[in-house]
């Protein structure tokens, strides 16, 4: 086992680790860190940033290669359907209306070295 698989002791460590990458290459990018991991009944949204006036909710997904399609082709219909849910309470839960926002797709494909692939608007 290599010295970088030994990093996470679990996957949620690691997926703790890649949200982490994508929220600091969003910051670059010039978007605003909101908040990380928020949870609710639905599941959990990942990333949640400011892109000016607009609320951009951040799913990231990694995959450690290009099987199947890798990271690009993580994001099924079914959380897709968890993430909306998801959405909708936080928007209720920090009584915020009238407030755009956005949906973005961030895939991480690559261990170690990173490929960061930052889809907007992605539904």
């Given at each position: 086992?290599?010295?970088?698989?030994?990093?996470?002791?679990n996957?949620?460590?690691?997926?703790?680790?890649?949200?982490?990458q994508?929220?600091?290459?969003?910051?670059?990018?010039?978007?605003?860190?909101?908040?990380?991991?928020?949870?609710?009944?639905?599941?959990?949204?990942?990333?949640?940033?400011?892109?000016?006036?607009?609320?951009?909710?951040?799913?990231?997904?990694?995959?450690?290669?290009?099987?199947?399609?890798?990271?690009?082709?993580?994001?099924?219909?079914?959380?897709?359907?968890?993430?909306?849910?998801?959405?909708?309470?936080?928007?209720?839960?920090?009584?915020?209306?009238?407030?755009?926002?956005?949906?973005?797709?961030?895939?991480?494909?690559?261990?170690?070295?990173m490929?960061?692939?930052?889809?907007?608007?992605?539904?």
């Amino acid at each position: 086992m290599s010295w970088f698989k030994q990093l996470w002791q679990n996957s949620r460590e690691k997926g703790q680790y890649y949200e982490l990458q994508a929220q600091k290459y969003l910051v670059s990018q010039g978007l605003t860190a909101i908040e990380r991991n928020y949870y609710c009944p639905f599941g959990e949204l990942d990333v949640i940033m400011k892109d000016g006036n607009t609320l951009v909710f951040v799913e990231v997904k990694f995959r450690k290669n290009h099987a199947r399609g890798g990271a690009n082709y993580a994001l099924s219909i079914q959380k897709q359907a968890r993430l909306k849910r998801s959405i909708y309470h936080y928007l209720a839960a920090k009584n915020l209306t009238n407030q755009p926002l956005r949906i973005d797709y961030v895939a991480i494909t690559g261990e170690p070295s990173m490929h960061i692939n930052w889809l907007k608007n992605v539904f």
